[in-house]
Structures are given as structure tokens and as C-alpha cells.
């Protein structure tokens, strides 16, 4: 074991131990705020809501004219992770400056955000599975992406969920729907919207919009490239889970 692969197991041991981290009284609270509010939305809304992010996510996620980088193969973590990084940065800078013109735009510019972020996240989750070697052609894995977008984007109680399936995922893949319409869609777009809420809701405010939607993009794909870094080291230390490059 090199010195970056231990780098790299101590920064994961403490990543997983974040994710298994019991709810604190403000997430408790958060939430309970949110799910107050989702009562009083009427069922129709969700629905159309549900619906509107499913299909958004399937042509971005599971469309066939969606092409993927070509693997990397017979690379060291220390190379693939230099690549993932910088990748990431890229991303960051791309998600800020969209931020900041659908922010500067008002409100209609500002709902604008929300499909073009979306893109940018996913286009991401592509390039990083690429890196570290595997085929997001694969359905199994564009399910695998699905599952690291919803960890980094959950409640405390939803993420050590996600979690528990991410961290033992060839297991977990045996239950899964072999149609992607049966996926829970609700659930995912639910805590989806209420985790960037509270983060993109100011981004609709005039004058402050640009700043607050730059900011904001920023993090959450810094937090998702966090994310997924530390899900592909687990499949990377996982021996029994080899790279699908078919």
C-alpha cells in the first residue's frame, strides 16, 4: 500500500463514518419543516413534480443517444483521482458561472437553473465513473449513478440508507427493478427538491440572485464530487466487485 492509498482509506473511513452519522437536531428539524410542507402541496402537484424530474433525469441518465467518455483502464488510483479532480473543478466553475446568469435573469431565469444544473451534475457523475474505469453504458451502472446522485443529495435519515445500499451495492443490484419506470421516483425527487431548497430558494431574489446562485451551484457540485469519489473508492478497495468495462 502506496502512501496516497492510505491517504485515501483514512479520508474514506472518515467520509463513511460522516454517512452513517446519526440525524442532528437541525437536520431533524429541517426536515420536519419540509415535510410539513410537502402535506399541504396537494398530491397533484407532487405527481406532476415526480413526473417532470423523472423524465428530466431519464433522458439525461438513461437516454440512448447519451454518450459517455471511454473507460480508463490500467491506471493507479493516484492517476485516475488526479483526473477525477480536476474534472470536478472544471465542473465546479461551469455550475458557478450558470449560477450566476440564470440568478442575475430573476425568477424565470432562475426555475431555468434547476434543468441546466441537473444536466451539469449528471454529465459529471459520467465523466467520473469514466475515470475510474467503468462503463456508465453499462444500465447497471447509469443505476449506480442514480443511487450516488440521490447520497449526496438526501436527509441525514435517507442518506444512511442510500448509503447502506451504495457501500454493499452488488447485493443490493439483485433487488433492484429491472425497469426503471419502477424505481421510487417520489422519493428521489422529493429529497432532491428539499435539499437544494433551502440552498437555491434566495438564488429567485433580485440583486442577490447572481451571487447566491454562483455560490450555491458551486457547492452542490463540489459536494456531489465529493460524493462520488469516495463511493468509487469503495468499489475500488472492494475485491469482490470488478470494474464493468463490457
Same mark, same amino acid.
Given at each position: 500500500?502506496?502512501?496516497?492509498? #492510505? !491517504? %485515501?482509506?483514512?479520508? =474514506?473511513?472518515?467520509?463513511?463514518?460522516?454517512?452513517? +452519522?446519526?440525524?442532528?437536531?437541525?437536520?431533524?428539524?429541517?426536515?420536519?419543516?419540509?415535510?410539513?410542507?410537502?402535506?399541504? $402541496?396537494?398530491?397533484?402537484?407532487?405527481?406532476?413534480? *415526480?413526473?417532470?424530474?423523472?423524465?428530466? %433525469?431519464?433522458?439525461?441518465? &438513461? /437516454?440512448?443517444?447519451? *454518450?459517455?467518455? #471511454?473507460?480508463?483502464?490500467?491506471?493507479?488510483? @493516484?492517476?485516475?483521482?488526479? &483526473? %477525477? +479532480?480536476?474534472?470536478?473543478?472544471?465542473?465546479?466553475? *461551469?455550475?458557478?458561472?450558470?449560477?450566476?446568469?440564470?440568478?442575475?435573469?430573476?425568477?424565470?431565469?432562475?426555475?431555468?437553473?434547476?434543468?441546466?444544473?441537473? /444536466?451539469?451534475?449528471?454529465?459529471?457523475?459520467?465523466?467520473?465513473?469514466?475515470?475510474? /474505469?467503468?462503463?456508465?453504458?453499462?444500465?447497471?451502472?447509469?443505476?449506480?449513478?442514480?443511487?450516488? &446522485? @440521490?447520497?449526496?443529495?438526501?436527509?441525514? +435519515?435517507? !442518506?444512511?440508507?442510500? &448509503?447502506?445500499?451504495?457501500?454493499?451495492?452488488?447485493?443490493? =443490484?439483485?433487488?433492484?427493478?429491472?425497469? %426503471? !419506470?419502477?424505481?421510487?421516483?417520489?422519493?428521489?425527487?422529493?429529497?432532491?427538491?428539499?435539499? $437544494?431548497?433551502?440552498?437555491?430558494?434566495?438564488?429567485?431574489?433580485?440583486?442577490?440572485?447572481?451571487?447566491?446562485?454562483?455560490?450555491?451551484?458551486?457547492?452542490?457540485?463540489?459536494?456531489?464530487?465529493?460524493?462520488?469519489?469516495?463511493?468509487?473508492?469503495?468499489?475500488?478497495?472492494?475485491?469482490?466487485?470488478?470494474?464493468?468495462?463490457?
Amino acid at each position: 500500500m502506496d502512501i496516497y492509498e #492510505k !491517504q %485515501v482509506r483514512f479520508e =474514506l473511513e472518515i467520509w463513511q463514518k460522516a454517512m452513517i +452519522k446519526d440525524p442532528s437536531f437541525a437536520d431533524i428539524l429541517s426536515k420536519k419543516i419540509q415535510t410539513r410542507i410537502n402535506n399541504v $402541496i396537494p398530491d397533484k402537484v407532487h405527481h406532476a413534480i *415526480t413526473v417532470t424530474i423523472q423524465k428530466m %433525469v431519464q433522458v439525461v441518465l &438513461f /437516454g440512448s443517444t447519451y *454518450t459517455s467518455s #471511454k473507460p480508463l483502464e490500467s491506471a493507479s488510483l @493516484q492517476y485516475r483521482e488526479a &483526473f %477525477v +479532480k480536476r474534472q470536478i473543478e472544471i465542473y465546479k466553475k *461551469t455550475a458557478s458561472a450558470e449560477g450566476a446568469v440564470t440568478g442575475a435573469g430573476g425568477i424565470l431565469l432562475g426555475l431555468a437553473d434547476f434543468p441546466l444544473l441537473l /444536466g451539469i451534475k449528471i454529465k459529471l457523475l459520467f465523466e467520473i465513473a469514466a475515470l475510474y /474505469g467503468y462503463n456508465a453504458a453499462d444500465y447497471r451502472e447509469r443505476l449506480y449513478l442514480l443511487y450516488v &446522485f @440521490q447520497l449526496a443529495f438526501s436527509s441525514r +435519515k435517507r !442518506q444512511k440508507e442510500v &448509503f447502506s445500499y451504495v457501500s454493499e451495492w452488488d447485493a443490493y =443490484l439483485e433487488k433492484l427493478p429491472a425497469n %426503471v !419506470q419502477d424505481f421510487d421516483w417520489r422519493t428521489f425527487q422529493q429529497e432532491y427538491r428539499d435539499y $437544494i431548497d433551502l440552498a437555491k430558494m434566495a438564488q429567485l431574489i433580485p440583486v442577490i440572485g447572481a451571487a447566491v446562485g454562483a455560490i450555491a451551484n458551486y457547492r452542490l457540485i463540489d459536494k456531489l464530487g465529493i460524493t462520488a469519489m469516495n463511493c468509487y473508492r469503495i468499489r475500488e478497495f472492494s475485491k469482490d466487485d470488478p470494474r464493468k468495462l463490457a
